[in-house]
């Protein structure tokens, strides 16, 4: 089995989402939210009568619809399905799978060193920006509390489901709000160290829109991979996160342009542009 | 305290600032005693540099006294004078293991950012740019050094701040720009441009073995000091045709290496250096590699072009169809200045150089922004600028 087919069959078993219909696209939560948001602003405009209200009315209208009959046109012109995928998986539950990353790293400690490391999930935080907390609650079982989109804080219990010392770990969500599973690879490089292979799957909440939006934004998933990567490498190699935050600048707000003795020359830009440079130092 | 920000294009400004604190446990806080106007500064001060950000503290030259030193410090203490390397290394990756030190993996808070210009992120730089890692440079009262275990170089000895200061960056840079040239007895080094950086690089070209070094310029007091200084043989290019005058130089062989110590802000006087100041002047290109051109097309079959001056991002009507029909080696590259501070240190100490030659300007931090105009329009022949907080 490869690599990614072991992440891919980490199916989650207490996922509630479930295609009744080849037309719905939009998943159960998302069409609660949608069903009573647009129920709600359908209602507010209609009382309002004016021009912002027919609009609300609208807008309104559509997402109702929208929850009442779980089909989106807009995931399906951005061909996004956040409900369960019954073509591609008949019989089980669906898994995790809207978002898939495969990232790798060059560290230089042992194997071991860094299955010891990950293996205590509760130190996955120190490098991955977006984890509040991780906790565990057994050998193999563990909370974890992300930061979601727009600060709000998503919890779910995982279980490590396969492992080899200093070798794999692979993990899954249980039950909470984000359907997820990983795994990290660890492989000697020799006197390199060891490469890590991290493959992550996971639906976001708010579903794949979310991510696309979050992506759109610069949040992209894969970068944020990539940048806790380095973050574990610089724990691991220097000691420390390469830091600049709360360092001075000209932009904090306690600074003032300096009172000097004299008032230094004034240079405006075109003085200094009307004569040309040649070697610099 | 007093710190020289940068406020956009031709604009810096002293400022009074927040003193630096210690953020992470490899950092020191060092007080500045003597800073330095880098030629490379000039590519901030002219704009040239993407990812700056108004009220950033430039400066990546500087000295003096550690004054507070991270948990995990060992080998400092308050009180010790130190220089510091402008290249930010963490001392344990793969490549400063290998000595390439600013090529170092663990330094860069936002190697991101470099990635999507680069491939690949170098090691973080004081002062900057945020894609360089953001951190505030030493021109102010004090500065934070991280990893201040590995980078600074303690002066135990009577040695004056303007003799050692330059192991910060200039004197490695045109050191390595001449050990990079692989120079061999009897071999004829051309150098373009005759900044701090150039003279270093003939200096040093002579003091790795070169025969000849002949050192390319238009400004008449930077020939004069590559002449009195250097000790080499010069070449005003305004007036000269710098190809055919280095050809009947070499006897027709062309020089054994080519140093362009001048960078992405070139300038000539000849028709290709014309249209790249267009294009930048219409934002289509953003370096004007004229010297590297030049150099490109001067030197011999199998020689070795040497580029310590700095490079941004693109390059346009690049001749590697000259480079590839000669066989030419090209190398590069920021400095790895860890590497070259002690054996550099100790060729000051014998008395084989004495850097502080390269100094014009002498000026308190408070007059830092004139510093900047008078290097950049070389106004008084200006060379060097050193700042004293």
Same mark, same amino acid.
């Given at each position: 089995?490869?690599?990614?087919?072991?992440?891919?069959?980490?199916?989650?078993?207490?996922?509630?989402?479930?295609?009744?219909?080849?037309?719905?696209?939009?998943?159960?939560?998302?069409?609660?939210?949608?069903?009573?948001?647009?129920?709600?602003?359908?209602?507010?405009?209609?009382?309002?009568?004016?021009?912002?209200?027919?609009?609300?009315?609208?807008?309104?209208?559509?997402?109702?619809?929208?929850?009442?009959?779980?089909?989106?046109?807009?995931?399906?012109?951005?061909?996004?399905?956040?409900?369960?995928?019954?073509?591609?998986?008949?019989?089980?539950?669906?898994?995790?799978?809207?978002?898939?990353?495969?990232?790798?790293?060059?560290?230089?400690?042992?194997?071991?060193?860094?299955?010891?490391?990950?293996?205590?999930?509760?130190?996955?935080?120190?490098?991955?920006?977006?984890?509040?907390?991780?906790?565990?609650?057994?050998?193999?079982?563990?909370?974890?509390?992300?930061?979601?989109?727009?600060?709000?804080?998503?919890?779910?219990?995982?279980?490590?489901?396969?492992?080899?010392?200093?070798?794999?770990?692979?993990?899954?969500?249980?039950?909470?709000?984000?359907?997820?599973?990983?795994?990290?690879?660890?492989?000697?490089?020799?006197?390199?160290?060891?490469?890590?292979?991290?493959?992550?799957?996971?639906?976001?909440?708010?579903?794949?829109?979310?991510?696309?939006?979050?992506?759109?934004?610069?949040?992209?998933?894969?970068?944020?991979?990539?940048?806790?990567?380095?973050?574990?490498?610089?724990?691991?190699?220097?000691?420390?996160?390469?830091?600049?935050?709360?360092?001075?600048?000209?932009?904090?707000?306690?600074?003032?342009?300096?009172?000097?003795?004299?008032?230094?020359?004034?240079?405006?830009?075109?003085?200094?542009?009307?004569?040309?440079?040649?070697?610099?130092? | 305290?007093?710190?020289?920000?940068?406020?956009?294009?031709?604009?810096?400004?002293?400022?009074?600032?927040?003193?630096?604190?210690?953020?992470?446990?490899?950092?020191?806080?060092?007080?500045?005693?003597?800073?330095?106007?880098?030629?490379?500064?000039?590519?901030?001060?002219?704009?040239?540099?993407?990812?700056?950000?108004?009220?950033?503290?430039?400066?990546?030259?500087?000295?003096?006294?550690?004054?507070?030193?991270?948990?995990?410090?060992?080998?400092?203490?308050?009180?010790?004078?130190?220089?510091?390397?402008?290249?930010?290394?963490?001392?344990?990756?793969?490549?400063?293991?290998?000595?390439?030190?600013?090529?170092?993996?663990?330094?860069?808070?936002?190697?991101?950012?470099?990635?999507?210009?680069?491939?690949?992120?170098?090691?973080?730089?004081?002062?900057?740019?945020?894609?360089?890692?953001?951190?505030?440079?030493?021109?102010?009262?004090?500065?934070?050094?991280?990893?201040?275990?590995?980078?600074?170089?303690?002066?135990?000895?009577?040695?004056?701040?303007?003799?050692?200061?330059?192991?910060?960056?200039?004197?490695?840079?045109?050191?390595?720009?001449?050990?990079?040239?692989?120079?061999?007895?009897?071999?004829?080094?051309?150098?373009?441009?005759?900044?701090?950086?150039?003279?270093?690089?003939?200096?040093?070209?002579?003091?790795?073995?070169?025969?000849?070094?002949?050192?390319?310029?238009?400004?008449? =007091?930077?020939?004069?000091?590559?002449? =009195?200084?250097?000790?080499?043989?010069?070449?005003?290019?305004?007036?000269?045709?710098?190809?055919?005058?280095?050809?009947?130089?070499?006897?027709?062989?062309?020089?054994?290496?080519?140093?362009?110590?001048?960078?992405? =802000?070139?300038?000539?006087?000849?028709?290709?250096?014309?249209?790249?100041?267009?294009?930048?002047?219409?934002?289509?290109?953003?370096?004007?590699?004229?010297?590297?051109?030049?150099?490109?097309?001067?030197?011999?079959?199998?020689?070795?072009?040497?580029?310590?001056?700095?490079?941004?991002?693109?390059?346009?009507?690049?001749?590697?169809?000259?480079?590839?029909?000669?066989?030419?080696?090209?190398?590069?590259?920021?400095?790895?200045?860890?590497?070259?501070?002690?054996?550099?240190?100790?060729?000051?100490?014998?008395?084989?150089?004495?850097?502080?030659?390269?100094?014009?300007?002498?000026?308190?931090?408070?007059?830092?922004?004139?510093?900047?105009?008078?290097?950049?329009?070389?106004?008084? =022949?200006?060379?060097?600028?050193?700042?004293?907080?």
């Amino acid at each position: 089995m490869s690599f990614n087919q072991e992440i891919l069959s980490a199916n989650n078993p207490n996922s509630a989402n479930r295609d009744e219909s080849g037309n719905i696209n939009v998943g159960e939560i998302e069409r609660v939210v949608c069903a009573v948001a647009g129920g709600a602003l359908a209602v507010y405009g209609f009382r309002n009568r004016t021009l912002k209200g027919l609009l609300l009315t609208v807008a309104g209208t559509a997402l109702l619809h929208r929850g009442a009959t779980g089909h989106c046109n807009t995931y399906d012109l951005l061909g996004i399905r956040t409900s369960g995928d019954k073509t591609r998986n008949e019989t089980s539950e669906p898994v995790a799978k809207d978002i898939h990353i495969e990232k790798s790293i060059t560290i230089g400690k042992s194997p071991s060193e860094l299955y010891n490391f990950w293996r205590d999930f509760e130190n996955l935080p120190k490098f991955m920006t977006h984890l509040e907390s991780v906790r565990c609650v057994g050998l193999n079982r563990s909370h974890w509390i992300a930061k979601g989109p727009a600060g709000k804080l998503v919890e779910w219990d995982a279980e490590v489901y396969n492992e080899k010392p200093n070798e794999l770990i692979a993990w899954r969500s249980l039950e909470g709000e984000v359907t997820n599973a990983g795994s990290v690879r660890f492989e000697d490089a020799g006197e390199r160290g060891t490469v890590v292979r991290v493959v992550l799957n996971y639906n976001a909440p708010g579903g794949k829109l979310s991510a696309f939006v979050a992506k759109l934004l610069g949040g992209e998933p894969g970068q944020m991979i990539e940048d806790d990567l380095r973050r574990l490498k610089q724990i691991l190699e220097a000691g420390e996160i390469a830091n600049v935050e709360g360092q001075p600048s000209g932009r904090d707000s306690q600074a003032r342009p300096a009172r000097t003795p004299e008032t230094p020359i004034e240079n405006t830009g075109e003085q200094v542009k009307s004569r040309a440079a040649t070697s610099l130092g | 305290m007093k710190a020289l920000c940068w406020f956009g294009k031709y604009d810096v400004r002293v400022y009074d600032v927040p003193e630096p604190k210690i953020i992470n446990p490899h950092d020191a806080i060092i007080k500045v005693t003597t800073t330095a106007i880098c030629g490379s500064d000039l590519h901030l001060y002219d704009g040239y540099i993407p990812t700056m950000q108004k009220g950033d503290i430039l400066g990546h030259e500087f000295m003096g006294e550690v004054v507070e030193v991270g948990s995990a410090v060992r080998n400092l203490k308050p009180g010790d004078r130190v220089v510091v390397p402008f290249t930010i290394a963490c001392g344990n990756c793969f490549f400063c293991r290998k000595e390439c030190w600013s090529a170092c993996d663990n330094t860069n808070p936002n190697a991101g950012m470099a990635e999507t210009l680069y491939g690949y992120s170098g090691s973080g730089l004081f002062g900057y740019s945020h894609m360089m890692g953001g951190y505030a440079g030493g021109q102010a009262e004090y500065v934070r050094v991280p990893f201040a275990d590995v980078g600074p170089k303690k002066i135990l000895n009577g040695l004056t701040d303007e003799q050692v200061l330059f192991l910060s960056d200039i004197f490695p840079t045109g050191y390595m720009a001449a050990e990079n040239c692989d120079i061999k007895p009897g071999d004829t080094v051309a150098v373009w441009g005759c900044g701090p950086v150039g003279l270093f690089a003939i200096k040093s070209a002579y003091l790795l073995g070169a025969e000849r070094v002949i050192a390319i310029d238009d400004a008449p =007091e930077r020939l004069r000091m590559a002449a =009195e200084h250097g000790g080499a043989e010069t070449m005003n290019f305004a007036e000269e045709d710098v190809h055919d005058r280095l050809k009947q130089m070499t006897g027709g062989i062309g020089p054994d290496s080519c140093i362009d110590a001048v960078g992405l =802000e070139a300038h000539g006087t000849t028709l290709d250096a014309f249209y790249d100041r267009a294009k930048a002047a219409l934002m289509l290109t953003t370096d004007r590699p004229h010297a590297l051109r030049q150099a490109i097309h001067a030197c011999r079959k199998g020689g070795t072009v040497s580029i310590p001056g700095v490079y941004g991002a693109f390059l346009d009507k690049f001749p590697l169809g000259a480079a590839f029909a000669k066989g030419l080696t090209l190398k590069m590259g920021q400095t790895h200045v860890h590497k070259y501070m002690q054996p550099l240190l100790d060729k000051i100490e014998e008395g084989a150089i004495d850097p502080s030659f390269v100094i014009t300007h002498r000026m308190s931090l408070a007059d830092a922004p004139a510093g900047y105009a008078t290097f950049k329009n070389k106004e008084q =022949e200006c060379i060097k600028v050193v700042l004293k907080p």
